[in-house]
């Protein structure tokens, strides 16, 4: 029924459907091995968020810290250093160009791949595998925002970074949930999984 939705809502569900048919164990491996590689450059050295911390003394990326005003955001810039700021734009930001897409690969492959062996395939609860893409989808806004404030600095663009603090509540939200949807899903079907071992036994 829900594939017969039109306009967004049934292009989204469509392409719920593509994730799953696509969420094999090899893909699930792959996106996996993708999503770390990235990981570990983006939080290491000497391109990612390590290196950066060595250079303003322990301050790190507006992506990671919690802004509720532009206020604050500016602070975070400011207190980046010009040196801070020049490494994010220049090693940090290429990098976060690709990542919010291995990490929502990985996840809305994850979950697709564990809903699978849990719930029947017509169950509404799969199209839960889009919630990484929203909180990927949420990631990129926020680093559209952050790249006009680093190359606008020390302008003040408040609505742009007000638009980051939203993005960035919003990607948080959503990347959470993708991963409780994970976990409770590799718990339904590690259950569903045990009952049925139990009752074979006792037949």
């Known amino acids: 029924m829900t594939a017969r939705l039109c306009g967004p809502a049934g292009s989204l569900v469509r392409f719920s459907h593509a994730v799953r048919r696509v969420a094999t164990t090899r893909a699930l491996l792959a996106s996996s091995v993708l999503w770390l590689i990235l990981e570990i450059l983006i939080m290491g050295r ?21 802004t509720t005003s532009p206020q604050q955001v500016y602070a975070v810039l400011d207190v980046l250093g010009e040196a801070g700021r020049a490494f994010d734009l220049t090693r940090i930001v290429p990098l976060d160009l690709v990542f919010p897409f291995t990490y929502a690969l990985f996840l809305s492959v994850a ?6 062996r849990w719930l029947p395939q017509e169950s509404p609860w799969t199209l839960l595998n889009l919630a990484p893409v929203i ?8 680093n559209a925002g952050i790249v006009t404030l680093l190359l606008t600095y020390p302008a003040r663009l408040d609505p742009v970074a007000l638009c980051v603090s939203a993005m960035y509540v919003i990607k948080f939200a959503f990347s959470a949930l993708s991963f409780a949807v994970l976990f409770a ?10 009952k049925s071992r139990s009752g074979r036994r006792t037949a």
């Open 135 to 142: 909180a990927a989808t949420a990631d990129y806004c926020e």
């Open 111 to 116: 979950i697709s791949w564990a809903l699978a």
């Open 185 to 194: 899903a590799l718990a339904g079907w590690a259950v569903t999984a045990v």
């Open 46 to 66: 000497p391109f990612g968020i390590a290196q950066l911390r060595e250079i303003t003394g322990g301050p790190t990326i507006l992506d990671m810290t919690f």
